[in-house]
């Protein structure tokens, strides 16, 4: 039984796993609050630069040709950018700010 419990553990260690657990649970919170900060912030900001009362993610441009119209939701694509690229940053920095990225070295 130890050695079973032995091979689990150095295969936990070898493949990763930990680090996955890690950054799935930081990652998923890190972008939950960076997409709050976004919506709460950030869009009615950009919302008064570009005119729209409602906020960033609900800028749309509207193109009419003929009887025919296409609305181009631009706002929500920019919003969408601006919270992936939060969570991106705010993630690496807390994995190297807390050194999660030598947590998963083979043992010597």
């Given at each position: 039984m130890s050695k079973q419990l032995s091979g689990f553990v150095n295969f936990i260690r070898e493949q990763?796993?930990?680090g996955l657990a890690i950054g799935l649970a930081i990652g998923t919170q890190a972008g939950i609050l960076v997409k709050d900060?976004?919506?709460s912030?950030?869009?009615p900001i950009l919302g008064l630069i570009?005119?729209?009362s409602d906020?960033?993610?609900?800028?749309s441009w509207t193109v009419y040709i003929g009887d025919r119209s296409a609305k181009f939701l631009f706002g929500q694509l920019?919003?969408?950018?601006?919270?992936?690229l939060s969570v991106?940053?705010?993630?690496?920095?807390?994995?190297?700010?807390?050194k999660l990225d030598?947590?998963?070295k083979k043992k010597s």
């Amino acid at each position: 039984m130890s050695k079973q419990l032995s091979g689990f553990v150095n295969f936990i260690r070898e493949q990763g796993v930990v680090g996955l657990a890690i950054g799935l649970a930081i990652g998923t919170q890190a972008g939950i609050l960076v997409k709050d900060i976004v919506k709460s912030l950030i869009d009615p900001i950009l919302g008064l630069i570009i005119g729209n009362s409602d906020g960033l993610s609900k800028a749309s441009w509207t193109v009419y040709i003929g009887d025919r119209s296409a609305k181009f939701l631009f706002g929500q694509l920019a919003y969408s950018l601006i919270v992936f690229l939060s969570v991106c940053a705010v993630v690496y920095f807390v994995a190297m700010g807390l050194k999660l990225d030598k947590l998963d070295k083979k043992k010597s």
